[in-house]
């Protein structure tokens, strides 16, 4: 947070949480695990976010194969 703030970046609240969401219910398309896998218990409240991003397989694998250097 303080170095999003000094070099002047909004960084969206939960945006790393979101992501995963995104890019894992993608790969696996079981929503339940991915929730699970989140901690998130109220799985309607999860579909409602997560179902129809239009994140693709592709997507999710290409997200999780990041690497830094």
């Known amino acids: ?5 000094k070099i002047g970046l ?5 945006a790393l949480r979101h992501s995963f ?3 894992r219910y993608a790969l696996t398309k079981d929503i339940a695990k991915t929730a ?6 109220d799985i309607e409240t999860f579909r409602s ?3 129809n991003r239009g994140v693709t397989h592709e ?3 290409d997200y999780f194969s990041i690497r830094l250097r």
């Not at 909004?10 to 939960?14: A, D, E, G, T, V």
């Not at 699970?36 to 218990?41: A, G, N, S």
């Open 21 to 23: 969401g995104s890019y």
């Open 49 to 51: 976010w997560y179902l």
């Open 1 to 5: 947070q303080a170095l999003c703030e």
């Open 10 to 14: 909004k960084w969206p609240h939960n």
């Open 36 to 41: 699970y896998e989140m901690r998130h218990e």
């Open 59 to 61: 997507m999710g694998r």
